[in-house]
């Protein structure tokens, strides 16, 4: 099934994930790999980071698919060094993290080297600060781990509020990049 923008607005990126509201909590969530047929939601989830401020102005997802910093982020998916994981709660995906491998040729802002995949995540709106950001990082950090991968890095504007969940996460200011930070995470 392919989102369109109507439905990809009621998505938002992940805003702190470190305080549970609601009846939604992680224990009650499935944690999956990302397969064939979550393309489309990828594509959204992708799409929601990038426009992470829901203040911003935004182009319609059909017309933003052309821009190039968002297309290397999904092209030739599924490469090594492409890693994801989509929640889900009653059947429903809820959420998205996922990270990718680049060179010094072609990286995106939160690239360190061509060892430290760069995480990207998103949080469907009516999920967000329950827990679900918190759930999907951590298993991506211990899958990452798991392949051997001895850090990871990310690139978030310092006002996104996600950047304190990041932060608590072992995540480190190591660079800037216009205006985005560059995080680290070691992994042991």
């Avoid at 499935?30 to 182009?59: C, G, H, S, Y």
């Avoid at 995480?119 to 991506?140: D, S």
């Avoid at 608590?168 to 985005?180: D, I, N, Q, Y």
Wanted: glycine share 10%.
């Amino acid at each position: 099934m392919r989102l369109n923008f109507r439905q990809a607005e009621h998505v938002s990126r992940a805003v702190g994930g470190f305080c549970l509201q609601g009846n939604s909590t992680p224990d009650t969530l499935n944690i999956r790999p990302i397969k064939d047929d979550d393309f489309d939601f990828l594509e959204a989830m992708l799409f929601e980071a990038f426009f992470w401020d829901v203040t911003a102005q935004r182009p319609p997802l059909p017309s933003f698919r052309e821009d190039p910093e968002f297309r290397k982020w999904i092209s030739q998916w599924g490469r090594h060094g492409d890693r994801g994981v989509i929640a889900e709660e009653g059947g429903e995906r809820t959420g998205a993290a996922w990270f990718r491998l680049w060179t010094p040729e072609c990286h995106s802002y939160g690239f360190i080297d061509e060892t430290a995949p760069e995480v990207g995540i998103a949080i469907v709106a009516g999920h967000r600060r329950k827990g679900v950001g918190r759930t999907l990082l951590q298993e991506l950090i211990k899958r990452a781990g798991a392949d051997g991968f001895q850090a990871l890095s990310l690139s978030v504007n310092p006002l996104n509020p996600a950047r304190i969940l990041y932060e608590s996460l072992g995540f480190r200011k190591v660079g800037e990049s216009g205006t985005s930070w560059t995080l680290l995470r070691r992994l042991e």
